[in-house]
């Protein structure tokens, strides 16, 4: 086989080579931008689901449905190292710029570049040389309130306002929704409740873990009726094949039933994993078809690669204590799993392990699927905890 020729993608949001069981949540997302482009009601949207579901992707399908209505398109990734106004401010920059300098300038886009100089000046964001635009005055008594709810609405309207009068739509994608602060949350709910009620072409697409319909409605409790929650999960059995054998079918390459129930077994379906997954059977197999012993060659040579990337990356975040409650979690399989049990399985009080169990959710390791139960937000991490950490952290006392 020509490894040159390999057509699977594993990667963080790289696009597969073939996108499937995603045609209705895709039909929705053209739906709702046709909707602001015609000046109707809409929903801003958020895709949620587990890593390796291909969020990102949707996200980025997103973006390039918006580029055809060619509307003014931003795109941000919140972490924990910038806040969400550093993250906003030079996209909004570039995007009202754009929009200033189209054939004819309006009142309405210098004044979003003013306005959005006061909200630059009003949070102090540190960003060097950071400048709006050629004399472009900050506008007083606008965004620059220091009160982050209040000053990013009248940003977000400000720049809503901007696109209308060019007749444009602007869509903001917003990648690791469930990273920002309470107080950031808070505000960009507020702002787009505001976009809502006023009509504005201003459409925020998002993504997140599934702990972030909590966080939002904990937040406002209207956030469930100003978005909607697309759920991404693993593929269906036909998709999950179709991402497999379509792509090596353009290249004259197939698969034995075998190597394929392999595949699928192992990787569950996760649109991630059945790259990482074909990618490794290709390369291993000497000929078409590629058959069960090549597809089992690619179990372990998968494992091996997510051991020292996809699960490494998120393993080595962990306190030790942090390790051993996952490595508990681990032990009792894929879950959801009650907190009581985890504690049990570590020898602890649940109470004490409370303060353990908030912060994984706070990085983004587990989630509770309802009260009292916790779960992975990375599929199959219970079975690298086993191998990691082969043997189980020895129990503590509960007296």
Known sequence: MDAA????????????????????????????????????SFKSFIFIGLRGVGKTVLLNEVQIIAEDFESEALHIEAHDGKSLPALLAPGLRKLLLNLDTMARATEATKRGLGVLKSFVGS??????????????????????????????????????????SRKKMVVITIDELQYLS????????????????KGLPLLVVGAGLPQLVGQMGASKSYAERLFNFPKVGPLMPADARAAIVDPATRENVKYTEAALDEILKVTEGYP???????????????????GEKDARMATAEATTSLDDSFFRVRFDRLTPREKDYLR?????????????????????????????????????????????????????????????MPKMPKRKSKA
Do not use: C
């Open 272 to 290: 991630y994993f059945l790259q990482e997954w074909g990618y490794h059977a290709w390369n291993t197999a000497e000929s078409s078809p590629i």
């Open 5 to 40: 020729t390999n057509p699977y993608a594993p990667g963080a949001g790289t696009r597969p080579p073939e996108l499937v069981g995603r045609d209705e949540i895709l039909k929705q997302a053209r739906v709702t931008l046709q909707r602001v482009q015609g000046g109707r």
């Open 123 to 164: 949070v102090k964001l540190r960003m060097g040389d950071f400048d709006i635009g050629l004399g472009i005055p900050a506008e007083k008594g606008s965004a620059d309130s220091g009160d982050l709810e209040s000053d990013l609405t009248a940003l977000f309207l400000a720049v809503g306002a901007a696109a209308k």
């Open 328 to 388: 508990a979690m681990g032990e009792l399989g894929p879950g959801p799993h009650r907190s009581g049990d985890i504690a049990e399985k570590l020898g602890v009080l649940v109470e004490s392990s409370a303060p353990l169990r908030s912060g994984l959710i706070r990085k983004g390791m587990i989630y509770s699927p309802q009260h009292g139960d916790t779960a992975f937000t990375v599929p199959l991490f219970d079975q690298y905890m086993k191998r990691v």
């Open 182 to 197: 309470e107080e950031e949350l808070s505000a960009l709910i507020m702002a787009v409740h505001r976009i809502s009620q």
